[in-house]
């Protein structure tokens, strides 16, 4: 197997992961806190042209092997993904990604300032599908906000799309965060600015307890990103669109990802999986299982791909 310094792995370590369910969580258990900013070696950097301006994006692998393409969430980023990239390369894939609109190395993309201009579903979809064109048709991973921008590519360019993997992402149609621990109750009474700046709080005083490093590279991202992407992304989440017709009836195999202490809990995204067909993974992590269960996720979702054949 390849060495990556990113994931701590040795040229001792082999594929079991791939079908050893017990030896992928061991794997993940033994992750060492990575230098988040790095990319994996190999990783080239690039601007792609977006409809909504410029994107930070990366690429990784052979570009003319099958294609995946990685899309972090609010406030998140591509080097999210520094640790599940190198697991679906190893495996023969060619893996991209990139920053959403307004969102850090993305951060100017989007409306300008001042202009009264909002971050919408229709700037985040043609972003998607802009991308998606660039290459060959792919298998989407949409992480948390991003999933939601993926079903709604699935459901208007299903062509582009080979397989779904939707990695937490709200369960929930319409005010999204009514499912979510704790808040829930109170979330129709709180704005999307107000939820933001709720989410940037929690984030910021370490409530995911992550490790310090990773702490580091997270807070240091909210000086970049765009707050009013985020404001108007928490907005987006608050009218989450109802496309379970529209997942149950699509022919791509689709896989829920999620953590068994996720910010949904596990019988709402059980639920979702099930009503629209779709396979679920569950892991012993939380919102974020691209970074503290890679090799699980990695091995969940190189199973569906092969469905997708």
């Not at 921008?149 to 709200?170: F, H, Y």
Request: net charge neutral.
């Amino acid at each position: 197997m390849t060495t990556h310094d990113q994931t701590g792995r040795t040229a001792a370590d082999d594929d079991r992961w791939r079908t050893d369910a017990a030896y992928a969580a061991d794997l993940d258990a033994r992750l060492p806190d990575v230098a988040w900013p790095d990319l994996p070696h190999g990783a080239v950097r690039y601007a792609f042209p977006a409809p909504s301006g410029l994107l930070a994006a990366f690429s990784l692998g052979d570009e003319t092997h099958e294609r995946v393409v990685l899309v972090p969430g609010v406030t998140g980023s591509k080097e999210d993904f520094g640790l599940l990239a190198p697991l679906l390369v190893d495996a023969g894939y060619f893996v991209q990604s990139y920053d959403l609109a307004g969102q850090y190395g993305s951060a100017e993309a989007g409306p300008p300032p001042d202009s009264g201009r909002h971050y919408d579903y229709p700037l985040f979809v043609n972003d998607m599908i802009a991308f998606l064109e660039s290459g060959m048709p792919a298998h989407v991973l949409g992480y948390s906000f991003a999933g939601i921008i993926a079903e709604l590519v699935l459901a208007a360019r299903g062509d582009l799309v080979k397989s779904l993997t939707l990695l937490t992402t709200p369960p929930l149609a319409g005010e999204s965060f009514r499912g979510v621990r704790w808040i829930g109750p109170f979330s129709r009474f709180v704005s999307g600015r107000r939820s933001a700046a709720l989410m940037i709080w929690g984030v910021k005083t370490n409530k995911n307890k992550v490790q310090p490093r990773r702490l580091e590279f997270v807070r240091a991202r909210f000086a970049t990103t765009r707050r009013s992407s985020v404001d108007d992304v928490l907005g987006l989440m608050k009218r989450t669109p109802d496309l379970r017709p529209a997942l149950s009836a699509a022919q791509q195999p689709i896989l829920v990802a999620v953590g068994n202490h996720d910010l949904w809990p596990l019988r709402v995204h059980a639920r979702f999986a099930e009503r629209i067909g779709a396979r679920i993974g569950v892991y012993s992590t939380g919102h974020s299982p691209c970074e503290t269960a890679p090799h699980q996720l990695a091995a969940d979702m190189l199973r569906l791909f092969e469905r997708s054949e």
